[in-house]
């Protein structure tokens, strides 16, 4: 389980390390790009950290564009960084958000049926859940949107159609997309598995009375005893893969 008191600076850490990085890479990459344009010679390459997947080379840029015509001057690269910020900020905002979000369903209370004093707390936090879910889905469309949204940004400071293409490119490429996609699977399956939990409650409401371990209910049947325990394991597990990929995403 996920420490409450440790939840906001962890996950604010985890996506600094891995979305803002893309914006000093933008940087780094128009660098380049400006310089490329103006030489002669086949076009350099530049030194990059392999390691790092926002510093991925983009490609060659075009050798027959001419140099007086590509070259990025620091206004027009200042521009496009904030564009690229201002993008990147909305995601890593909303993630925060729905970061904390799974946080709350992962605390212990929300695994022990005795923590609620009614069945009108368990319809509360029904809404609730029902609230992560609307920001799940709000996180996985920024997601899917950051390529459209990227361009739209560029075009509005004036990036002609190479720059655009070039820059979006290079941030799309930052993402690590593989990590993405098997977080929000996985807060998924986590809301569902939550909203089953929730039913349990109200469907078998007084079936549980406190035992000496406060966080474990006894059960007045065994197969419900069975019913809950399974929802529980496969909350916990979920909880912690879940842990694992917002952990992949900043290194």
């Known amino acids: 389980m996920l420490n409450p008191m440790r939840t906001k600076l962890h996950v604010s850490n985890t996506l600094a390390k891995g979305v803002l990085p893309l914006i000093v890479a933008l940087t780094v990459f128009g660098i380049f790009f400006g310089r490329a344009q ?9 030194k990059v950290n392999p390691d790092n997947p926002a510093l991925r080379t983009p490609g060659k840029p075009s050798g027959s564009a001419s140099p007086e015509a590509q070259q990025i001057n620091p206004q027009a690269l200042e521009r496009l960084t904030k564009a690229a910020d ?12 729905l970061y904390l979000r799974v946080n709350y369903f992962e605390k212990p209370d929300r695994l022990n049926p005795n923590s609620y004093a009614s069945k009108d707390e368990v319809a509360q936090w029904q809404g609730i859940l029902q609230q992560l879910k609307e920001k799940h889905d709000l996180v996985a469309q920024l997601y899917a949107d950051v390529g459209k949204n990227l361009e739209a940004e560029f075009r509005t400071v ?12 290079f941030i799309m490429d930052g993402f690590p997309w593989a990590t993405i996609e098997k977080k929000k699977s996985l807060i998924a ?15 078998n ?11 474990k209910p006894e059960f007045t049947s065994a197969s419900t005893a069975n019913s809950y325990n399974k929802l529980r394991d ?16 900043s290194e």
């Open 189 to 203: 399956d986590f809301i569902d598995e939550q909203a089953k939990l929730l039913s349990f409650y109200d469907k």
């Open 234 to 249: 496969q909350i916990v597990s979920t909880s912690a893969e879940i842990e694992k990929q917002y952990k992949a995403m």
């Open 158 to 169: 004036g990036g002609n159609e190479e720059i655009v293409a070039r820059f979006k490119k």
């Open 205 to 215: 409401w007084g079936s549980w009375k406190r035992s000496s371990d406060s966080n």
């Open 86 to 97: 201002k993008v990147l900020n909305r995601i890593q905002s909303e993630e925060n958000d």
């Open 38 to 46: 103006q030489a002669a010679s086949p076009t350099p390459q530049p």
